[in-house]
């Protein structure tokens, strides 16, 4: 400190010295505070008593979470395999009272139902049914649209829907057998259905989707304790 004020033309000891010593006393001690392993560890006992903030390495790099939506087909490319989507099927049919609640429509509605199924190189790993309200099509016919691109892209450019959140029941499902023959199922195999209602921003059902997905996956979740 005494060099330091000397090179700046002050001596050591005067009054001069001894203010500028006073004004950067507090400044001086949390530098060399800030040199030593003392900091880190009162920041980590401030995080275990819920104070700062806790970073759980673990759950940082859980692979394929349940409770993050990400794009199927993402999903399979990030696995280091090609998806591709067969068997597309569109058609247009009235909701039924249940579909009618879960899109909020009046029930009668014409809604747009697409099956497919999606492969990761050539092993069949989805059959996916979804519904959609025919009314958020804004005219453009459905029966015309490429339905093996990702739908969520689909739904920004044909209808103007950004999907933000997803509610999802998950269940058990042994499928029909029309459906486990194009699923190239084993005797006895389950596979996991994923029951999702799809929200825009402003909380509006776009979509409902029925995903049956096979042994493929392998999902992790993060649940937390309240």
Same mark, same amino acid.
């Given at each position: 400190?005494?060099?330091?004020?000397?090179?700046?033309?002050?001596?050591?000891? /005067?009054?001069?010295?001894?203010?500028?010593?006073? =004004?950067?006393?507090?400044?001086?001690?949390?530098?060399?505070?800030?040199?030593?392993?003392?900091?880190?560890?009162?920041?980590?006992?401030?995080?275990?008593?819920?104070?700062?903030?806790?970073?759980?390495? /673990?759950?940082?790099? #859980?692979?394929?979470?349940?409770?993050?939506?990400?794009?199927?087909?993402?999903?399979?490319?990030?696995?280091?395999?090609? +998806?591709?989507?067969?068997?597309?099927?569109?058609?247009?049919?009235?909701?039924?009272?249940?579909?009618?609640?879960?899109?909020?429509?009046?029930?009668?509605?014409?809604?747009?139902?697409?099956?497919?199924?999606?492969?990761?190189?050539?092993? +069949?790993?989805?059959?996916?049914?979804?519904?959609?309200? #025919?009314?958020?099509?804004?005219?453009?016919?459905?029966?015309?649209?490429?339905?093996?691109?990702?739908?969520?892209?689909?739904?920004?450019?044909?209808?103007?829907?950004?999907?933000?959140?997803?509610?999802?029941?998950?269940?058990?499902?042994?499928?029909?057998?029309?459906?486990?023959?194009?699923?190239?199922? =084993?005797?006895?195999?389950?596979?996991?259905?994923?029951?999702?209602?799809?929200?825009?921003?402003?909380?509006?059902?776009?979509?409902? =989707?029925?995903?049956?997905?096979? /042994?493929?996956?392998?999902? =992790?979740? #993060?649940?937390?304790?309240?």
């Amino acid at each position: 400190i005494g060099r330091m004020f000397g090179l700046g033309g002050l001596p050591v000891v /005067n009054a001069t010295a001894l203010y500028y010593l006073r =004004s950067y006393a507090v400044l001086f001690v949390l530098c060399a505070l800030g040199s030593t392993p003392w900091p880190a560890r009162w920041a980590r006992k401030l995080q275990v008593r819920g104070i700062g903030t806790v970073i759980h390495r /673990n759950v940082v790099h #859980l692979p394929n979470r349940l409770d993050q939506k990400v794009e199927f087909l993402s999903m399979i490319a990030a696995a280091g395999h090609t +998806p591709h989507t067969d068997h597309v099927r569109v058609d247009i049919l009235p909701a039924d009272e249940s579909l009618a609640r879960l899109l909020e429509i009046e029930p009668g509605a014409q809604t747009v139902r697409v099956h497919k199924r999606v492969l990761a190189d050539e092993k +069949p790993v989805i059959f996916c049914i979804d519904y959609f309200p #025919l009314a958020i099509f804004r005219g453009t016919s459905p029966l015309q649209l490429d339905m093996t691109e990702p739908v969520f892209d689909m739904l920004k450019r044909e209808c103007g829907q950004v999907v933000t959140s997803t509610t999802t029941r998950v269940q058990a499902a042994y499928g029909d057998p029309g459906m486990r023959r194009l699923m190239e199922l =084993s005797s006895g195999e389950a596979l996991l259905l994923l029951d999702e209602v799809s929200y825009t921003r402003l909380c509006l059902p776009v979509m409902r =989707s029925l995903g049956y997905y096979t /042994n493929f996956f392998d999902f =992790s979740i #993060l649940r937390k304790k309240f």
